[in-house]
T-cell receptor
Framework: AQSVAQPEDQVNVAEGNPLTVKCTYS??????LFWYVQYPNRGLQFLLK??????LVKGSYGFEAEFNKSQTSFHLKKPSALVSDSALYFC?????????????FGTGTRLLVSP | NAGVTQTPKFQVLKTGQSMTLQCAQD?????MSWYRQDPGMGLRLIHY???????DQGEVPNGYNVSRSTTEDFPLRLLSAAPSQTSVYFC???????????????FGQGTRLTVV
């Protein structure tokens, strides 16, 4: 069955330091991969996606993610964290074997950036 | 454009009551879906629709019904509310056709439902 794993419930980082939020996936075929962010009491907002091409994709608010096919990972990164980046982050996959009709989400990682 | 609009934002129900969560989008997206968000479980797909008149079950469909009579609207019905349905519910829409797989979802702001 297709699945997405976010192994860290919470990531703590100091403002100005680089951040990484981890995501691994298990699906058949070549999936489409997404990152979303959720601020308190809000819906999810799209950050970036990997469809094909360059393994490093850039998205909103200075975030980027690296697709690694051999490790089946799609880690979210940012060179310099801001306090305003504190939020809940979700990795999602759109598997080929569902006709790309479904988005399967990870359990989420809470990012806390301290001043 | 308003995007995806959900109503109500908050609701308290008694066990056994029924209600409908409303979802509307103004982006002419054919694909719409309902998720529930529970702590430590991420978002789980309840039902989805690839177009008017077409619906299908997701991961956790029991206790919920949907219909899709128009492209814009995708209401979620709780037939007989149970405490296990206490959750935050999100509606989402995506552009479809050849672009379905690689398009991002747009989410509503959510409905926080408590069943007592």
């Amino acid at each position: 069955a297709q699945s997405v794993a976010q192994p860290e419930d919470q990531v703590n980082v100091a403002e100005g330091n680089p951040l990484t939020v981890k995501c691994t996936y298990s699906v058949s075929g070549n999936p489409y991969l997404f990152w979303y962010v959720q601020y308190p009491n809000r819906g999810l907002q799209f950050l970036l996606k990997y469809i094909t091409g360059d393994n490093l994709v850039k998205g909103s608010y200075g975030f980027e993610a690296e697709f690694n096919k051999s490790q089946t990972s799609f880690h979210l990164k940012k060179p310099s964290a801001l306090v305003s980046d504190s939020a809940l982050y979700f990795c999602a996959v759109s598997p080929m074997n569902t006709g790309f009709q479904k988005l399967v989400f990870g359990t989420g990682t809470r990012l806390l950036v301290s001043p | 454009n308003a995007g995806v609009t959900q109503t109500p934002k908050f609701q308290v129900l008694k066990t056994g009551q029924s209600m409908t969560l409303q979802c509307a989008q103004d982006m002419n997206h054919e694909y719409m879906s309902w998720y529930r968000q529970d702590p430590g479980m991420g978002l789980r797909l309840i039902h989805y629709s690839v177009g008017a008149g077409i619906t299908d079950q997701g991961e956790v469909p029991n206790g919920y019904n949907v219909s899709r009579s128009t492209t814009e609207d995708f209401p979620l019905r709780l037939l007989s509310a149970a405490p296990s349905q206490t959750s935050v519910y999100f509606c989402a829409s995506r552009q479809t056709g050849q672009l379905l797989g690689n398009t991002e979802a747009f989410f509503g702001q959510g409905t926080r439902l408590t069943v007592v």
